[in-house]
């Protein structure tokens, strides 16, 4: 077992080079000038121009750039924006905040995601099963920016029930409504997902072993049922947490929440390599070290999935 | 001993009836299962509703001139910017002062394929990685699931502008890669799941006993009997890439207003939503109605196909 | 400068909000009279919260060329000049610029202006300032330096770390020579470019890092770096030292960043903000009823249009002409501006902006802003009947800066009036945009637009259509034309620059360089909390006169 964790942490640095090289070529292969575009409108004198790529290395050929990038990220050194501030501090800014968010929607979402997803697996074909379909369809089908957008009007300013925008006051509580709003408009894959196990697992042997010997129902499918239909789940909401992280712009903006969703596509769109790649970087990372300890989690829930 | 004679009764040989079992027995396992399926499906109401509002849409992207006389792109007045329904547009006009309805028939075809490729870009690299990595193990596991790692890393959005823009020319089936092409790796990790567990079941190790080859256990046992969270993921995906190609229309790397797809009309109607609610309500119930069509459906086959949940009916 | 992504759409992110370069002016300063309700330097709670965006550049004037650090620059400093809400110069540091010949200026400063870290404002700290801003040297910070270009002595070619046409007579004395005569040069010194820099800044090693915790001589004052939360906030205090004839009257700026305008404008209506200078797309046609009078919708220096460069087939020589007429008259402006827009924008009747002093809606050549359909598809006839047209009539924009609205609109004007086909072309970043632009590959009709830096109808025009201007975009050359801005440039008075600029303009409608489309209005609003909000000629609220209630 530990032998594995050790393994699956060792295959992180080849998932780091991979990240940097994939995402740095990337963001070099987007078309247009980055530097020019920093000037608006105007385009700048040629001396201007070549004294500012000069500064970002942006004159060197493409290995060379990322050569350079990684020389300075092992020496600790991730960069500095085009403004001038040090990557590292802004991530460490950002983070946190993004953090909180996703972390927040992630559960919700799970817990909508299990225990609904199990009440219409238990109730296959009725009409709260159809009902909780329709409901979770509706609701994904909303696309993000018009949710949140309905949702800070009505709740937020009609209301007053919830903080309307964020800004430096980033809390728990204050964050509370995106994250909701978040949830509800993706729940319905986990929902699905968890309900398709339940049914399945109601079939299984082992459920109909502990109906035979007596168990009680709501043992049966609190231990058996649930427990057991969890993994496909739990992968999901891994895999919606890593989309979030990186996905929230759009949230980002509508409540004007200081995280790196925001940091992540102004970056993007201006090509500020260093950002990028140093934020997808440590995003990456985050990812393998979730992954290890959902695969290390199908194991408590699947006695029959073994690591060597 | 042996002097002892015994008479059996042997029964007469029918050499028809043998052969007509061994000839069941010998052909394709799936075209059984396929017709059982059918034959359950042919039972379910709701399979009818979905199917006929699949054909709808089909029928509306294929030939949309059946559906509506008006030129959604051709005849847009500022006078009638988010008018209210007039004889001839049922469901009222754009802010650009286009027919809502027009636009939303014209746009089945964009939006739904969009939807299908995706579903279909997804499913071809995802499940192999999926299952491969999981029913393998091993370094082929870490090997797999590690390049997906690093592709679920990528931004989306930075997928779709690099790919928007290196691709010579925009249309669906580069957008439907800038989208599929980066979407796979939450299906694989799915699917690896499902695997994981499944692999350990009696009658996998069983086939692998009975001599089956590694692969083919996995194409006739595995695979099947994982397939659950995929058409979950599948149907569900198709909305979503459907939304998608909203947001990324909202973006600005979508298809370009000339194209019509619902989600180019969401994403527009999203400024009038104060003044003119009704213009994002229709190509959203359209996308709404066409994604439920398409989960019932995936429902419906799923259970068909899975025996255990047809005997328990 | 110019508009970029100027406006954000709907929700979309701001993506690098607004590289419009705030020019001057405007913003702050208070003043120590004790004109203010309570007395000059105790912290009263009076603070003003408004709308701004993370600052892309250090703090540094002649570094800042977008709103979100104009915002604050011109709040933290005080030029030789200052624009009033209409965008008259008045001197401020300055006690005099004088010239004879429109070519060498002699400025005398007032006597008494301080840094806030103590130390006097000199003529040596214009100079100094000036000097290290235009030197090549350091490019990689001053994008603003091209303001320098016309003294005598800048060199593109070489840094130059003293300019020739700099010269610091006394302490409070110096020279600017220009290498050509301009009449309208001193109107342009109270823009940021030309603000003084403190000695701490000329000494500094690390210029980016002093730019995090910036002194300056303005209204307001960066009191401790603390202060500004990146990506969240900065908060300004008064400085008590400030002694030009702006009148403060509130006790301070909190300007918190928005990623979107729509962000900003809920909070408005949650009473979270009290002032903001935009208004989303999304509540363009309901902002006026939510606010009330509260509600800001005025003329401003901003200019939109868009450009067919010669080099596209189909608009080169009488072809070309015939074309751009056409498909001027082909878009009904009031309309668009009314419907889409509901009234924030204001129908273009030439190249400039109305809040400009000389604007006219009357220059000879105007007619062809005017929608008339019959007029239009006789043009394109004409030019038909030269050389048939083919293909998509295609107007390239950035997708990231909420311009879809206005493209489809005017793509639709066209193709109904001319029946022919024609859409928008998205580019989906500002910097594919540019850079197709700049290296002059782009293959459509292309988006174009400018805010003016400072208030003069010169600054609408030779920048964008002299022969090799900076943000000559269609690559326009015209002999007329030049020769006329010339001769504006160096006129001894007001009254006769106004008519050759005019003059210019009579070329520009027969050539249409530029199909001008609309004049932006600014739009902003405020709370029920505050009063006396003024929006100037350059979009920005008169921070200093606003009261809060």
């Known amino acids: ?308 | 001993m042996s002097d002892r004679i015994t008479e059996h009764y042997v029964a007469p040989s029918d050499p028809n009836e043998g052969g007509e079992v061994d000839k069941v027995r010998l052909s394709d396992r799936k075209s059984n299962l396929w017709l059982d399926a059918w034959r359950d499906l042919r039972r379910r109401p709701l399979f009818y509703i979905a199917i006929a509002i699949v054909a709808v849409v089909s029928l509306a992207a294929l030939f949309p001139s059946l559906f509506t006389d008006t030129l959604p792109n051709n005849d847009c007045q500022l006078a009638n910017s988010n008018g209210a329904p007039t004889e001839g547009h049922p469901l009222g006009f754009t802010r650009q002062g286009c027919d809502v309805y027009a636009r939303i028939v014209y746009g089945a075809s964009t939006s739904l394929s969009v939807g299908l490729l995706v579903v279909l870009i997804t499913a071809v690299i995802g499940i192999p990685m999926g299952a491969l990595a999981a029913f393998y193990g091993g370094w082929i596991d870490s090997v797999l699931s590690r390049v997906g790692d690093i592709f679920f890393a990528i931004p989306y959005f930075l997928a779709a502008v690099v790919v928007m823009s290196v691709m010579p020319q925009r249309n669906v089936l580069v957008i439907s890669l800038a989208i599929g092409g980066f979407a796979w790796a939450s299906l694989a990790r799915i699917l690896r799941a499902e695997v994981l567990q499944v692999k350990n079941l009696e009658y996998v190790m069983a086939s692998e006993a009975m001599g089956r080859s590694k692969f083919s256990t996995l194409v006739r046992h595995v695979l099947p009997n994982s397939l659950t969270p995929v058409i979950v993921y599948l149907t569900i995906a198709l909305g979503a890439a459907i939304t998608a190609e909203a947001t990324l229309s909202f973006l600005g790397i979508g298809l370009g207003s000339s194209t019509m797809s619902w989600g180019n009309d969401i994403a527009q109607a999203q400024s009038s939503i104060r003044v003119a609610p009704m213009a994002l309500f229709w190509p959203s119930l359209a996308l709404t109605v066409t994604v439920l069509a398409f989960i019932i459906l995936g429902e419906l086959i799923r259970d068909a196909l899975d025996p255990k949940a047809r005997a328990r009916r | ?549």
């Open chain 1, 1 to 308: 077992m530990l032998m594995y964790v050790v393994r699956r942490l060792l295959q992180a640095i080849p998932v780091f080079l991979g990240t940097t090289f994939l995402i740095y070529f990337m963001v070099f292969s987007m078309p247009g000038d980055p530097v020019l575009a920093l000037f608006g409108d105007k385009t700048p004198n040629p001396a201007v121009l070549e004294a500012v790529r000069a500064q970002y290395n942006l004159d060197q050929p493409f290995f060379v750039q990322y050569l350079l990038y990684l020389k300075n990220l092992l020496t600790g050194n991730l960069g500095v924006t085009f403004s001038g501030q040090e990557v590292s501090e802004v991530f460490a800014r950002a983070f946190p905040v993004t953090l909180k968010l996703v972390v927040m929607a992630v559960v919700i979402e799970f817990l909508l995601a299990v225990i609904i997803g199990l009440i219409s697996g238990l109730r296959k074909g009725g009409i709260i099963d159809n009902t909780n379909l329709v409901v979770a369809l509706v609701l994904s089908s909303v696309p993000p920016f018009v949710a949140l957008f309905l949702a800070q009007y009505f709740i937020g300013i009609k209301l007053g029930w919830a903080p309307v925008t964020v800004g430096a006051n980033a809390t728990w509580g204050a964050m509370f409504l995106p994250a909701l709003v978040i949830a509800l408009t993706i729940y319905v894959t986990g929902m699905r997902l968890m309900r398709g196990s339940v049914i399945e697992a109601q079939n299984a042997d082992y459920v109909r072993t502990a109906s035979a010997k007596g168990l009680t129902r709501g043992r049966i499918v609190g231990v058996h049922v649930a427990r057991n239909s969890l993994i496909p789940v739990i992968t999901n909401t891994a895999a919606s947490f890593g989309a979030l992280i990186a996905g929230t712009t759009v949230t980002e903006g509508i409540f004007n929440i200081p995280g790196i969703g925001k940091v992540l596509f102004d970056a993007i769109t201006r090509g500020e390599n260093a950002t990028v790649v140093t934020f997808v970087t440590i995003l990456t990372i985050m990812y393998v070290i979730v992954n290890i300890l959902v695969d290390l989690l199908y194991a408590v829930l699947d006695p029959r999935i073994r690591y060597v």
């Open chain 3, 1 to 549: 400068m110019k508009i970029s992504k100027s406006v954000l759409g709907g929700v979309t992110v701001a993506t690098a909000s607004a590289l419009v370069l705030v020019g001057c002016s405007s913003s702050g300063s208070e003043t120590d009279t004790s004109a203010s309700t309570d007395g000059s330097a105790s912290t009263g709670d009076a603070i003003i919260i408004t709308n701004g965006s993370e600052p892309q550049n250090p703090l540094i004037p002649v570094a800042t060329n977008e709103t979100g650090g104009g915002k604050i620059v011109d709040a933290l400093w005080a030029g030789l000049v200052y624009y009033d809400g209409d965008g008259a110069a008045h001197n401020e540091v300055a006690e005099s610029i004088t010239s004879d010949d429109s070519q060498t200026f002699t400025v005398t400063l007032k006597e008494g202006w301080t840094f806030t870290d103590g130390t006097p404002v000199l003529a040596h700290n214009f100079v100094d300032a000036w000097n290290w801003g235009a030197d090549l040297a350091n490019a990689e910070l001053a994008y603003n330096s091209y303001f320098f270009e016309q003294i005598e002595g800048f060199s593109w070619d070489e840094s130059v770390p003293e300019m020739s046409g700099l010269e610091v007579v006394d302490d409070l004395t110096f020279t600017i020579t220009l290498a050509n005569a301009n009449a309208e040069f001193p109107l342009s010194l109270g823009y940021s470019a030309f603000y003084p820099m403190p000695d701490s800044f000329l000494e500094a090693e690390d210029k980016a890092a002093w730019g995090a915790a910036p002194v300056g001589n303005g209204i307001y004052t960066l009191a401790d770096a603390a202060d500004w939360q990146h990506d969240v906030q900065i908060e300004l205090g008064v400085n008590p030292d400030y002694m030009g004839e702006r009148e403060l009257a509130n006790d301070g700026l909190k300007i918190v960043f928005y990623a979107t305008q729509d962000a900003a404008y809920a909070d408005l209506l949650a009473g979270n903000v009290d002032v903001i200078d935009g208004i989303p797309d999304s509540a363009i046609a309901t902002f006026e009823t939510d606010l009330g009078d509260r509600a800001v919708n005025q003329p401003a220096a901003i200019f939109q249009s868009f450009t067919i460069p010669e080099r596209l087939e189909h608009f080169s020589g009488e072809e070309g002409n015939l074309r751009r007429q056409a498909l001027s008259m082909s878009i009904n402006r009031d309309e668009i501006t009314d419907v889409i827009y509901q009234g924030t924008r204001t129908p273009a009747s030439d190249f400039t902006s109305p809040v400009i002093s000389g604007w006219s809606d009357s220059v000879p050549g105007s007619e062809v802003l005017e929608y008339n359909p019959e007029k239009a598809a006789e043009l394109w006839a004409e030019a038909d009947a030269i050389n048939a047209w083919t293909g998509t009539f295609q107007l390239g924009y950035n997708a990231d800066g909420g311009h879809q609205t206005w493209v489809d609109a005017v793509v639709n004007s066209i193709k109904n009036t001319l029946g022919i086909e024609a859409e928008g072309a998205p580019y989906p970043t500002f910097a594919e945009f540019r850079t197709d632009i700049s290296n002059g590959v782009i293959e459509t009709a292309f988006r174009t637009g400018w805010q003016a830096d400072y208030p003069s109808l010169e600054n609408f025009l030779g920048p964008l259509y002299y022969t090799g201007a900076g943000s000559n975009d269609g690559d326009y050359s015209s002999e007329a034309f030049d020769t006329l801005i010339d001769e504006g440039r160096t006129a001894s008075d007001p009254e006769t620059a106004i008519e050759k600029f005019q003059e210019a303009q009579e070329v520009l409608f027969q050539d249409l360089p530029a199909i001008p489309l609309w004049y932006s209005n600014v739009t902003g609003g405020y709370a029920e909390t505050v009063s006396n909000v003024v929006f100037d000629w350059h979009s920005v609220p008169l921070f200093y006169e606003i009261t809060k209630n």
